[in-house]
Protein backbone atom coordinates (compact mmCIF):
# COMPACT_ATOMS: atom_id res chain seq x y z
CA UNK A 1 0.00 0.00 0.00
CA UNK A 2 2.92 2.33 1.19
CA UNK A 3 4.68 1.51 -2.14
CA UNK A 4 2.09 2.34 -4.39
CA UNK A 5 0.97 5.31 -2.85
CA UNK A 6 4.63 6.58 -3.19
CA UNK A 7 4.79 5.67 -6.68
CA UNK A 8 1.49 7.36 -7.69
CA UNK A 9 2.42 10.47 -5.79
CA UNK A 10 5.76 10.74 -7.15
CA UNK A 11 4.73 12.92 -10.18
CA UNK A 12 2.46 15.08 -7.51
CA UNK A 13 5.66 15.22 -5.27
CA UNK A 14 7.88 16.24 -8.16
CA UNK A 15 6.09 18.42 -9.40
CA UNK A 16 5.83 20.68 -6.14
CA UNK A 17 9.24 20.37 -5.40
CA UNK A 18 10.39 21.33 -8.69
CA UNK A 19 8.31 24.97 -8.73
CA UNK A 20 9.15 25.25 -4.44
CA UNK A 21 12.34 23.96 -3.63
CA UNK A 22 15.93 23.45 -5.17
CA UNK A 23 17.11 20.10 -6.39
CA UNK A 24 18.96 19.03 -3.15
CA UNK A 25 16.06 19.78 -1.04
CA UNK A 26 13.69 17.70 -3.64
CA UNK A 27 16.53 14.57 -3.79
CA UNK A 28 16.19 14.84 0.25
CA UNK A 29 12.32 14.73 0.59
CA UNK A 30 12.36 12.00 -2.09
CA UNK A 31 14.86 9.77 -0.42
CA UNK A 32 13.21 10.48 3.12
CA UNK A 33 10.09 9.15 1.22
CA UNK A 34 12.00 5.84 -0.13
CA UNK A 35 13.30 4.76 3.47
CA UNK A 36 9.91 3.36 5.13
CA UNK A 37 9.24 1.18 2.59
CA UNK A 38 12.91 -0.04 1.94
CA UNK A 39 13.40 -0.27 5.77
CA UNK A 40 10.12 -2.75 6.05
CA UNK A 41 11.12 -4.47 3.04
CA UNK A 42 14.95 -5.26 4.22
CA UNK A 43 13.44 -6.26 7.63
CA UNK A 44 11.46 -9.05 5.28
CA UNK A 45 14.18 -10.39 2.77
CA UNK A 46 16.39 -13.17 3.24
CA UNK A 47 20.04 -12.30 3.21
CA UNK A 48 20.32 -14.03 -0.11
CA UNK A 49 17.25 -11.67 -1.48
CA UNK A 50 19.08 -8.33 -0.33
CA UNK A 51 20.66 -7.56 -3.81
CA UNK A 52 17.04 -8.10 -5.44
CA UNK A 53 15.47 -5.55 -2.34
CA UNK A 54 18.12 -2.87 -2.69
CA UNK A 55 18.69 -2.86 -6.89
CA UNK A 56 15.93 -0.21 -7.40
CA UNK A 57 16.31 1.77 -4.14
CA UNK A 58 19.90 2.43 -4.83
CA UNK A 59 19.20 3.19 -8.47
CA UNK A 60 17.06 6.08 -7.11
CA UNK A 61 19.21 7.31 -4.39
CA UNK A 62 22.03 7.25 -7.39
CA UNK A 63 19.32 9.16 -9.88
CA UNK A 64 18.51 11.90 -7.07
CA UNK A 65 22.07 12.29 -6.05
CA UNK A 66 23.07 12.87 -9.83
CA UNK A 67 19.89 15.21 -9.90
CA UNK A 68 21.08 17.07 -6.57
CA UNK A 69 24.79 17.59 -7.18
CA UNK A 70 24.15 18.62 -11.22
CA UNK A 71 21.39 21.17 -10.56
CA UNK A 72 19.42 19.30 -13.14
CA UNK A 73 15.25 19.11 -12.08
CA UNK A 74 14.62 17.24 -14.97
CA UNK A 75 16.93 14.36 -14.11
CA UNK A 76 13.70 13.89 -11.37
CA UNK A 77 11.67 13.09 -14.09
CA UNK A 78 13.30 9.99 -15.80
CA UNK A 79 11.98 7.92 -12.62
CA UNK A 80 8.15 7.10 -15.13
CA UNK A 81 10.94 6.47 -18.00
CA UNK A 82 12.53 3.97 -16.33
CA UNK A 83 9.91 2.25 -15.17
CA UNK A 84 8.22 1.90 -18.46
CA UNK A 85 11.68 0.65 -19.92
CA UNK A 86 11.80 -1.81 -16.86
CA UNK A 87 8.35 -3.30 -17.74
CA UNK A 88 9.16 -3.29 -21.34
CA UNK A 89 12.47 -5.40 -20.23
CA UNK A 90 10.45 -7.66 -18.33
CA UNK A 91 7.50 -8.58 -20.76
CA UNK A 92 9.91 -8.78 -23.90
CA UNK A 93 12.28 -11.15 -21.95
CA UNK A 94 9.28 -13.48 -21.84
CA UNK A 95 8.68 -13.71 -25.24
CA UNK A 96 11.86 -15.43 -25.47
CA UNK A 97 10.54 -18.18 -23.79
CA UNK A 98 7.84 -20.43 -23.81
CA UNK A 99 5.55 -18.99 -21.60
CA UNK A 100 4.87 -14.87 -21.84
CA UNK A 101 4.31 -12.94 -18.98
CA UNK A 102 0.57 -12.34 -19.76
CA UNK A 103 0.23 -16.22 -19.86
CA UNK A 104 1.99 -16.37 -16.26
CA UNK A 105 -1.14 -14.24 -15.17
CA UNK A 106 -3.24 -15.68 -16.63
CA UNK A 107 -2.86 -18.79 -15.39
CA UNK A 108 -2.68 -17.59 -11.87
CA UNK A 109 -6.47 -16.90 -12.40
CA UNK A 110 -7.31 -19.51 -14.74
CA UNK A 111 -4.59 -22.82 -14.76
CA UNK A 112 -5.77 -24.50 -17.61
CA UNK A 113 -6.62 -21.92 -20.43
CA UNK A 114 -8.52 -22.24 -23.69
CA UNK A 115 -7.46 -23.54 -26.84
CA UNK A 116 -5.33 -20.69 -28.47
CA UNK A 117 -4.84 -18.85 -24.87
CA UNK A 118 -0.89 -19.20 -24.76
CA UNK A 119 -0.80 -17.69 -28.44
CA UNK A 120 -3.65 -14.98 -27.29
CA UNK A 121 -1.60 -14.07 -24.03
CA UNK A 122 1.58 -14.08 -26.32
CA UNK A 123 -0.13 -11.51 -28.50
CA UNK A 124 -0.96 -9.62 -26.02
CA UNK A 125 2.61 -9.35 -24.01
CA UNK A 126 3.49 -7.73 -27.44
CA UNK A 127 0.63 -5.32 -27.42
CA UNK A 128 2.14 -4.19 -23.48
CA UNK A 129 5.63 -3.91 -24.93
CA UNK A 130 4.45 -1.81 -27.34
CA UNK A 131 2.44 0.27 -25.18
CA UNK A 132 5.47 0.30 -22.30
CA UNK A 133 7.74 2.01 -25.65
CA UNK A 134 4.87 4.52 -26.61
CA UNK A 135 4.68 5.72 -22.45
CA UNK A 136 7.93 5.60 -22.25
CA UNK A 137 8.13 7.95 -25.35
CA UNK A 138 5.22 10.57 -24.24
CA UNK A 139 7.08 10.61 -20.77
CA UNK A 140 10.22 11.19 -22.01
CA UNK A 141 9.35 13.96 -24.18
CA UNK A 142 7.70 15.57 -21.81
CA UNK A 143 10.17 15.48 -19.52
CA UNK A 144 12.01 17.06 -21.35
CA UNK A 145 10.28 19.86 -23.47
CA UNK A 146 7.24 20.17 -22.04
CA UNK A 147 6.46 22.11 -19.12
CA UNK A 148 6.65 20.32 -15.76
CA UNK A 149 2.63 20.49 -15.12
CA UNK A 150 2.08 19.06 -18.26
CA UNK A 151 4.83 16.01 -17.14
CA UNK A 152 3.01 15.70 -14.01
CA UNK A 153 -0.66 15.65 -15.36
CA UNK A 154 0.37 12.77 -17.77
CA UNK A 155 2.63 10.78 -15.53
CA UNK A 156 0.40 11.05 -12.67
CA UNK A 157 -2.85 10.97 -14.09
CA UNK A 158 -3.35 10.12 -18.23
CA UNK A 159 -0.94 7.46 -18.27
CA UNK A 160 -2.95 5.30 -15.22
CA UNK A 161 -5.51 6.12 -17.24
CA UNK A 162 -4.32 4.48 -19.87
CA UNK A 163 -3.17 1.46 -18.51
CA UNK A 164 -7.02 1.19 -17.23
CA UNK A 165 -8.35 1.37 -20.73
CA UNK A 166 -5.23 -0.98 -22.11
CA UNK A 167 -6.70 -3.80 -19.29
CA UNK A 168 -10.76 -2.89 -20.13
CA UNK A 169 -10.05 -3.59 -23.52
CA UNK A 170 -7.97 -6.99 -23.39
CA UNK A 171 -10.72 -8.16 -20.65
CA UNK A 172 -13.75 -7.21 -23.22
CA UNK A 173 -11.38 -9.31 -26.03
CA UNK A 174 -10.84 -11.91 -24.30
CA UNK A 175 -14.47 -12.44 -23.41
CA UNK A 176 -15.03 -11.91 -26.89
CA UNK A 177 -12.77 -14.74 -28.18
CA UNK A 178 -13.05 -17.04 -25.47
CA UNK A 179 -16.78 -16.54 -24.26
CA UNK A 180 -15.77 -17.83 -20.92
CA UNK A 181 -17.51 -16.08 -18.04
CA UNK A 182 -17.44 -16.03 -14.29
CA UNK A 183 -20.07 -14.88 -12.24
CA UNK A 184 -18.96 -10.94 -11.98
CA UNK A 185 -20.77 -8.20 -12.68
CA UNK A 186 -18.41 -7.25 -15.61
CA UNK A 187 -18.76 -11.10 -16.69
CA UNK A 188 -22.00 -10.85 -16.49
CA UNK A 189 -23.11 -7.79 -18.34
CA UNK A 190 -21.11 -9.01 -21.32
CA UNK A 191 -22.55 -12.33 -21.38
CA UNK A 192 -25.76 -10.41 -21.71
CA UNK A 193 -24.74 -8.37 -24.42
CA UNK A 194 -22.99 -10.55 -26.42
CA UNK A 195 -25.98 -12.56 -26.87
CA UNK A 196 -28.12 -10.00 -28.13
Known amino acids: MLRSIVIGGYPLV ?6 RWNPRTLALVLAVALLPGLVLRLRE ?13 LSLFGLFAVA ?16 NLGLLANF ?17 QEPELPPGGPAYCRTWTKI ?6 ANAAV ?9 ASWWMLYT ?8 GVMFTVEFIVRKVTFRRFGDGLPDRLLRRLLRA
Open 68 to 83: ALSGEQRLFMALPVLV
Open 45 to 57: ARREDLWPVLRVP
Open 128 to 133: WCGFFV
Open 139 to 147: SAGLALWAP
Open 156 to 163: GLLGYLLI
Open 14 to 19: VYFGMT
Open 92 to 108: AASLRGPVSLVERFARL
